[in-house]
Structures are given as structure tokens and as C-alpha cells.
């Protein structure tokens, strides 16, 4: 069993509901007598030194709470050699045993940066919303930003239903179409534009299906349209997705950009539960002395994920998702004569 006394903790990256869980989590299982130091904003405050202690009573009431009590942010400086080695000696000036760092793949970049310089152990918590590191089913704060996405997602199909509009929504990923695609099943959108369904080296085609879909489904229902895109996906945005569509004359379209809500808001349960679990089994994975890890989570089990092997970015939409998709609500753009 390692003797550890001292562990230094930040949230890095996009903020994602649940990271106080993780932290609670992690300072409430750690033995009371280990001192645990909050780095704040990131990276910046191990490069600034800025820090606070976390006692276990500053934590006990956060499990609820969005955002991150310790702060994020993204550090340039991080990315420097001479930002790694201001990092490095806080560390070592302030006697830390092993860092926990929560963010996503940028951030534990920079905690495989820091291994190179310092012997403390080093654990990384899938922090993101964006559900897009490999060798975890889940990221702490995917199920909260997609319950929030759904939310917003059904009002808007509300109102495009009284006018039976198109309606275009962007939602965040990023990179990565998880948020997009999740959201778009749960909500019931008649088409769902992701990485891996999307031929964005041929939007005239794409489009002409699109308008395509829309005319069968005003001939077959006349109802409302819900688009629901994966940020960075389309060349120009979702607005000129918008105004290639608005080309058409009997479509009507409207475009909406998700943002930042889906990064707010109280974590919702599986998301308390999952940052409790990972939380949890990170300390344990201190206290048997490993380190360059994710805690991440298989089959609703946690598991040690090598950090390099969690940041590949191989982890896609999976195909079953976009067949289920596919054959509940595509209309098979071949069978519909051209307009
Ligand atoms: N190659 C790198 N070397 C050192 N540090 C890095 C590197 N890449 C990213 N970082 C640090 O990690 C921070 C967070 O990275 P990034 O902005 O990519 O977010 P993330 O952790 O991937 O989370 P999210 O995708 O949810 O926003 C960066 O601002 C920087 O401080
Ligand atoms: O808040 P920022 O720095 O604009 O970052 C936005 C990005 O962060 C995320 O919310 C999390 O990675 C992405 O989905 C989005 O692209």
C-alpha cells in the first residue's frame, strides 16, 4: 500500500457537470490525515501557484453542484516546455505525492507532459461532455449535457411543430458527434448530421437529400423537421446549412446553436454516480501505486485505461446507434424521385 500524503487535484478543459462529485469523491475516500490541494483554473494554478487546501467538510455538500469549486480553464502556457517545468516545481515545492487531474484529452496531454518531468504518481478522470475518450464508456458529464440538450431540443420542436418548420440545431462535441447523436435519437429528430453519417466533402449531395426528406415528410405528415448537427461538422455552420436549405422553396428553416447551456446545470444522476464510482476508484488506484492511468468505465465498472490509449480519438458514434436511427426515422433518399 503507497504512502500517500499529499495529493494535488484540478479540473482542466471544458467544465462538465459532475467534476465536483469527482472531486468530492476523491477527497472524501482519500483517509482524512492525507492533505489534498486544489490547483486552481486549470494548469494555470499549478504554473501560478495558486491553490487552495479541500477538506473533506469543503466537499461534502457539492455532489449536486454544476460547474467545478476548484475552476477550470485552458493554459497555454501548458503547452510550452517552460509552462511543463513551472508546473513540475509547484508540484515538487509543494511536496504532492500524486495529481488527479479531470478534464479531457487536451488535459491529460498535459498530465503525460508532467509525468516526463516529476516521479509523483499521475490519474486522469474523464471530465468532458463531449464522451470523446477512448477505453471509457462514459465521460463524467456526457449524460447531463444530453439531458439538457433534450430538454432544450424538445421545446424548440414545440414551436417548430406550430409552424411545421425546419429546425437546425447545433449541439457541442467539438470533434466528436456523441452529444450530436444522442441527443438527436432522444429527441425524435428527423435527421441527425454527424461525422460518421455525413459526407461533408459533397454537400450539394447531402443537402439535395435533406430537402428531399423534408418534401416526403411535408407530403406524408406535414409536420415539424429537427435537424440536429454536430458542431464543426459543416462547412460555414449551421446558419449556412440554414440558408443552403431556405434555397428550396417549400422549406421553411430555422437555425439554433445549442452552446454553452449544455455545459451548465445540476449533474444529473448517472453523471453523480459515474464521477462517485471513478472518483472513488482513482484513490484506490493511488493507494496501490499506479500511475499514468484514466480511471475509466466498461460495462458500468471502472477500469485503469493506459492515459496514451484514452486519447486516441478512435471512439465514434456506433454504428448500431445510426442504423437504429436509420430505421426509425430515414427516409431512403434513393426512393424519392428528384425534385
Ligand atoms: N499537448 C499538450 N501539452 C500540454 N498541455 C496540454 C496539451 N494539450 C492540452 N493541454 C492542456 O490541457 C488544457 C485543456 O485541454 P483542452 O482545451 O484540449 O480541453 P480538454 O481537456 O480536451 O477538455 P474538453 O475537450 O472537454 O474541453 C489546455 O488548455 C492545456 O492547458
Ligand atoms: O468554452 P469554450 O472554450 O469555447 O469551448 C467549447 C468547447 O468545449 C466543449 O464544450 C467541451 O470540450 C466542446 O464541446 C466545445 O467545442
Redesign the pocket.
Known sequence: MKNIQRVGMLT???D?PGMNAAIRAIVLALDSSVEVIGYKH??NGLINSESIRLTQSDVDNIIHLGGTIIKS????E??TSAG?KQAVSTLIKDKVDALVVI?????F??LL?IQEHWAGQVIGLPG???NDLDGTDNTIGFSSAINTAIQAVDKIRDTADAFDRVFIIELMG?HSGHIAFHVGLASGAEAILSFENTDTEHPEQVIDSLAKQVKQYQNSCNNSFLICVAENLWPGGVTQLRDQLNRYDFIDASACILGHIQRGGAPSANDRILATKLGVAAVEALKGGMSGFMIGERYAKPILVPLLDAIKHTKMVPDHLIQAHKNIKAINPTKIDNL
Open positions: 482542466s478543459g471544458g462538465a486549470g494548469y480553464a485552458r493554459c497555454k501548458m503547452r511543463i478534464g479531457g484529452d487536451g488535459s496531454n498535459g507532459a468532458t461532455i463531449d467539438r
